[in-house]
């Protein structure tokens, strides 16, 4: 049954990134294939869940998911959990789901020794929620891991941030992180840096690269790092991957001078 549910999942997802790649697809084609698709992750009909027993403790809360961290056997493992029960209203529960799954959609697809790995997704542990399981960093953000050692070679950071990023520019179609800062770049055991955080990223489209802004219409975002065209929600800005490498110059100076 694993066999057929990966087999269906990598036709639904070829079927998924061709709809991009054709300047003529309708948007409404790619939208339903993104509802299948979202359906697999739910239901889980993908072969991407993971069924893992964990121990676990409280870490962290962001803006739409809680940090813990477990162990599964001796390997501890980061969980990012959608905070869905304390959502009273329905339609912003779906929006916050819909956004955890395209995250866990994006984040599926990349490997690169620069991007923090997706260990799975598990829909147990913190039922109705689910939660992406990620290997835990014990050396934290990259600037956390520069304040306690200041003596760490800093153009070999910037060089594995910006190896990282080029693999997502690169591939096709390109992928936009969209929160490129010091705090979404990890630092694994052996000392080498990788993005996370993928819940702002993108498929970039011509026909969907304005898809990132929110009701205000100002594209999301960590304001800092952001180009002054993306603040300003008249100019509506196109959400492309020169963001990134504005951003990135950003990250630069925050890595090098510790804004």
């Known amino acids: 049954m694993g066999s057929v549910r990966k087999h269906w999942w990598k036709k639904l997802w070829s079927i998924y990134r061709l709809s991009w790649m054709l300047s003529y697809a309708a948007n409404t084609t790619t939208d339903i294939l993104f509802l299948l698709l979202q359906e697999c992750i739910i239901r889980n009909a993908c072969g991407l869940f993971a069924n893992y027993q964990c121990r676990i403790r409280s870490f962290q809360g962001g803006g739409f998911?809680?940090?813990?961290?477990?162990n599964m056997g001796e390997r501890r493992v980061c969980l990012k959990v959608l905070r869905l029960v304390i959502e009273e209203n329905k339609d912003t529960r779906d929006k916050i789901r819909k956004e955890f799954c395209k995250e866990a959609?994006?984040?599926?697809?990349?490997k690169h020794p620069n991007i923090l790995p997706l260990l799975g997704v598990n829909a147990e542990l913190f039922s109705p929620s689910f939660c992406l399981i990620s290997p835990w960093m014990e050396n934290k953000n990259i600037i956390t891991y520069l304040k306690n050692n200041p003596g760490h070679n800093r153009h070999n950071v910037?060089?594995?941030?910006?190896?990282?990023?080029y693999y997502l520019h690169s591939r096709d179609p390109p992928i936009l992180h969209g929160d490129i800062r010091g705090a979404n770049i990890l630092v694994t055991d052996d000392l080498h840096c990788c993005l996370a955080d993928f819940g702002l990223s993108?498929?970039?489209?011509?026909?969907?690269t304005l898809s990132n802004a929110s009701t205000s219409g100002m594209t999301k975002g960590t304001i800092r790092w952001m180009a002054p065209e993306l603040i300003i929600p008249a100019r509506r800005a196109p959400n492309d991957t020169s963001r990134d490498v504005y951003a990135f110059g950003c990250t630069v100076l925050e890595v090098t001078h510790f804004l």
């Open 65 to 70: 998911a809680d940090i813990y961290r477990g």
């Open 105 to 110: 959609l994006i984040w599926r697809q990349l």
């Open 158 to 165: 910037l060089s594995e941030v910006a190896s990282g990023l």
């Open 202 to 208: 993108l498929i970039i489209s011509d026909s969907r």
